[in-house]
DNA sequence: ATGGTAGCGGTGCTA
């Protein structure tokens, strides 16, 4: 079962761009953020054609998710828990049975900045929201893939320029902290299971000519339980995509899980 | 060097 994650940044303008990389990648799974756009505007009909079941939680004009299987998803759930008053579509979970059954969540976490501010503290108390949400789902003791983009930069290996980070929601201590603390309950971070020291990037911002400097940073990752990590038998990132025609700033991530 | 790019929606916000 191939699972991927892709901050597409755009739906509507990012069609061609995502149909031409599902043809090209096969994934059974692909959790998408940053839809943007509300679920009646969504390109369920293009996606439905290429074989795929469409699951949207969207939002007008920013943020939403979206997840599309080629399996049957079932108990779809919108929204993070633990803050009625939170009206940001962040959040959406399911489950998708191969030969086995794995509980997916797609996430697009707050991007924060500036820092500090009140984008900050609701980053932060966004993390802590997701650590409840993590911890009881760790305790069903199922194979459990968070993806999504994180915007975490977990480590200075994780970005070209880390220097060029200090000050921002991405990189900041309480940020990373909070990420340590979501690995800790149990989680592996699929790509630095595989590649420990490379430096691998997701995202390159559109501005300064990131991509062409491979100026990226390493945002969009696919957090395991214990038993979705036994399952796992690859997994790589998709960067090529980035040079692309009219691409989103950020690259699909993905896994092969044996399930 | 106080800019620069992109999406949404129809202005300024978000990233």
């Known amino acids: 079962m191939k699972i991927a994650t892709f901050n597409i940044n755009g739906v509507k303008a990012r069609i061609e761009a995502l149909t031409a990389w599902l043809a090209e990648a096969t994934p059974d799974v692909a959790l ?14 293009e996606l439905e054609d290429l074989g795929y079941q469409v699951e949207t939680h969207g939002q007008k004009g920013f943020n939403g998710v979206a997840i599309l299987s080629r399996l049957r998803l079932e108990d779809v759930t919108r929204g993070l828990p633990g803050d009625a008053e939170d009206v940001q579509a ?3 979970e399911a489950t998708v049975t191969g030969r086995r059954a794995v509980r997916l969540c797609g996430l ?9 501010g009140p984008k900050f503290d609701y980053k932060l108390a966004w993390m802590e929201r997701m ?11 199922e194979p459990v893939v968070f993806a999504g983009d994180y915007n975490v930069i977990p480590t200075p290996r994780d970005a070209a320029h880390p220097e060029q980070w200090v000050e ?5 201590p309480e940020t990373r902290a909070a990420f340590r603390r979501l690995c800790a309950l149990g989680l592996t971070d699929a790509i630095r299971m595989r ?8 995202f390159w911002d559109y501005q ?5 400097r491979n100026n990226g940073i390493r945002i969009d990752h696919l ?3 214990p038993q979705a990590a036994d399952l796992m038998t690859d997994c790589g990132i998709d960067s090529q995509v980035r040079g692309g025609a009219k691409p989103s700033d950020h690259v699909p991530v993905w896994i092969e899980l044996d399930a």
């Open 90 to 92: 962040r959040w959406i």
């Open 195 to 202: 590649h420990p020291e490379a430096a691998l990037y997701t």
């Open 223 to 225: 957090l395991l339980s």
């Open 32 to 45: 998408l953020q940053e839809i943007k756009s509300v679920d009646e505007g969504f390109p369920r009909a």
């Open 208 to 212: 300064g000519l990131s991509w062409e």
């Open 131 to 141: 650590q409840a949400r993590a911890a009881a789902l760790l305790a069903t003791e």
């Open 168 to 172: 921002d929601a991405l990189y900041r």
């Open 108 to 116: 697009y976490l707050p991007n924060g900045n500036p820092a500090p």
